[in-house]
């Protein structure tokens, strides 16, 4: 029996090599439906090389619905929702970038399918209701993610009571090196420059700000069930361990590779599966030679810190971290904020946001619109 | 209920860290057995502290006996292997160093008892014998060694079929940075420095030589039953990563710890714990800071290559390997040859030795004496 997969996102970065893996591995993993946002022209592609049932695209199109009379077509954003509930199909792959992936994540596994995650903001913003949804439903939630799979690979065969803390690995991103008052000479091209992966403006400035590593803290809470005090962050300029988890005894386990997310995807595919493919590179560390580790200064970067203050407290925080940090990112990647700006925007609207304990989805979706207003409106005000 | 222990070899240097584990543990561990060797003093002291049933030591000494007469006693040649055919024991500790250590693992594991073992010249020499003994007899065996035990970890919840390679790491010992030439004034003050470990005289030189290596490359393909071609050896100066594990789709598995080991010897009684406990040292990796690898040179150490094509071809070979390196080690730390003429008596000895492919376990005895005499006489013709 082939797994049969929904793709959402499929003409970004992690849908791409997700429809690498898919080629790699047909006798195992069929590609049922999929979805892109404007890109129609990535669309047709796939159609016409995969079999697909279901697709989805923004906008209405009766040129292309016409020309594949065959599929069904799902549009506007009720139809994202719409998709995930069809019934044939065995796991979604959520590759959407930004908080539009939150409800179809919630609906598909209310829908009882397993998921593969690669939009971030499923946990950050909504973590403790998905994690509430897995168990009611009981299905299962694979990261696909360097860090968290490394975690997870890490944790296979171990008792989880042994755990002493997970350690996550993080490259520093574009500014490493900088000071904070280098930052205030910190322009969007130099931003853009990540020291290792090569990934969308949105996350290479979320890696310079390291908020990126700051919601992967939070995904790492909600995944693997544990407190934020044994979630640590190191730096690691080579991002080849993609992060450990070290046990009671002082043993750590890790797990390395090459910084290419074909591996995560095809671990969250076909777990716990470690499949040969035309995918596959291999690490020479005699190569790489040096591997660094260096603390992470939280006053330097302290978006981190603040992410595992608000993950602590949980609610609906993660949300308005989202969309605090949607927004200004936005602004700075549109030159109208400095770099230095982004933290100072999220700060300022979280400290305005009235959090709430139990929120439900729908608070995390107004949540999440607020925060992304609120620094709008700090900036028109400005 | 608690884990009986049989401890062999009580006053060498994983014994008594075998002594601290079960301190540490006493909840789930029981010493009811030990040997020692001469250091009756050590016996005495072990006596005093542990309520154990069973005793060895090389000489009778009736002194003793009399002062433990609740105490069972076991001397000489024959003792060492009567000791463990005892009954009322579930894991036999086996750290002891030589040859002498082969006989009784093979007749613990006749005796259905689990085997945690430290002694590398067991499974060297008669690696395909002891697994046949496991299998017939349906026990297990957890190696105490860093590197092994770190495979053994790195191998847990991951698929057997998917491994693609083992990936030993070697400090590469005193001479790490000498070349060939070099070698030729390493002297035996310099040979027993290690760069890492603080271990004993005779495997400190085994590490100089990695001959050390080789027969962990052995160790390895009977431990894990992988073929020859799928263990590698890489330099890694700093000891940290214990070894890895590398599946077919890229990912390498890594164990990493101080090097301490406690952690291989708790790892081994208490599998699959990793237990927190007093021993438990944690490593900072942001203190170690860098990690290296290289690759190693099999011309510079032609004895782990030796090592690689002896095991290929299996029978007896290991046998020889191990007295021939045995008795060429002693002469050099008696200062009778140099450091460099340790690898010539093994290779001409090996030259000269007749192999077997399916020796018994009395073959490799007596392949194993020949080997020792025979590097004795080509010294003594010299």
Not at 45 to 66: M, R, S
Not at 275 to 293: G, W
Request: aromatic letters at 10%; proline letters at 3%.
């Amino acid at each position: 029996m082939k797994k049969r997969l929904l793709l959402l996102g499929a003409s970004g970065s992690i849908g791409k090599q997700t429809l690498d893996v898919i080629r790699c591995h047909q006798e195992e993993l069929e590609l049922v439906g999929v979805s892109v946002g404007n890109n129609v022209g990535a669309l047709v592609d796939i159609l016409n090389e995969f079999d697909v049932k279901y697709a989805y695209c923004i906008n209405q199109d009766d040129i292309i619905t016409t020309k594949y009379p065959n599929v069904k077509f799902f549009f506007g954003d009720q139809g994202l929702i719409d998709i995930v509930k069809v019934e044939d199909y065995d796991m979604l792959v959520n590759a959407l970038v930004g908080f539009v992936g939150f409800m179809p994540t919630l609906e598909a596994i209310n829908n009882k399918k397993d998921i593969a995650l690669a939009n971030k903001e499923t946990l950050v913003a909504g973590g403790d209701i998905i994690n509430e949804a897995l168990q009611e439903n009981n299905v299962k939630l694979f990261p696909i993610d360097s860090e968290h799979s490394a975690i997870l690979q890490s944790m296979q065969g171990h008792r989880f009571e042994d755990i002493r803390r997970l350690i996550i690995t993080a490259s520093g991103g574009a500014f490493r090196d900088y000071s904070r008052a280098d930052l205030v000479n910190a322009d969007l091209e130099k931003a853009l420059q990540h020291p290792v992966w090569n990934m969308g403006a949105k996350i290479t400035i979320d890696s310079s700000t390291m908020m990126n590593k700051g919601f992967e803290v939070i995904e790492a809470h909600h995944l693997f069930h544990l407190p934020y005090d044994k979630i640590d962050v190191v730096i690691h300029p080579q991002s080849i361990v993609h992060s450990m988890v070290e046990y009671n005894d002082g043993s750590i386990i890790a797990q390395l590779g090459c910084p290419d997310m074909h591996l995560p995807i095809k671990y969250a595919l076909l777990y716990p599966k470690h499949s040969l493919d035309f995918c596959s590179q291999y690490l020479d560390l005699t190569e790489v030679a040096n591997l660094q580790f260096m603390k992470l200064d939280y006053n330097r970067f302290p978006l981190v810190r603040l992410a595992k203050e608000l993950g602590t407290f949980g609610g609906n925080s993660g949300a308005f971290l989202n969309g605090a940090n949607d927004e200004a990112v936005s602004l700075f990647l549109n030159n109208k904020i400095s770099f230095v700006e982004i933290e100072e925007y999220i700060f300022n609207t979280l400290k305005d946001a009235h959090f709430k304990q139990k929120p439900t989805a729908e608070d995390l979706v107004s949540s999440h619109k607020w925060a992304m207003e609120h620094v709008d409106y700090l900036w028109a005000n400005s």
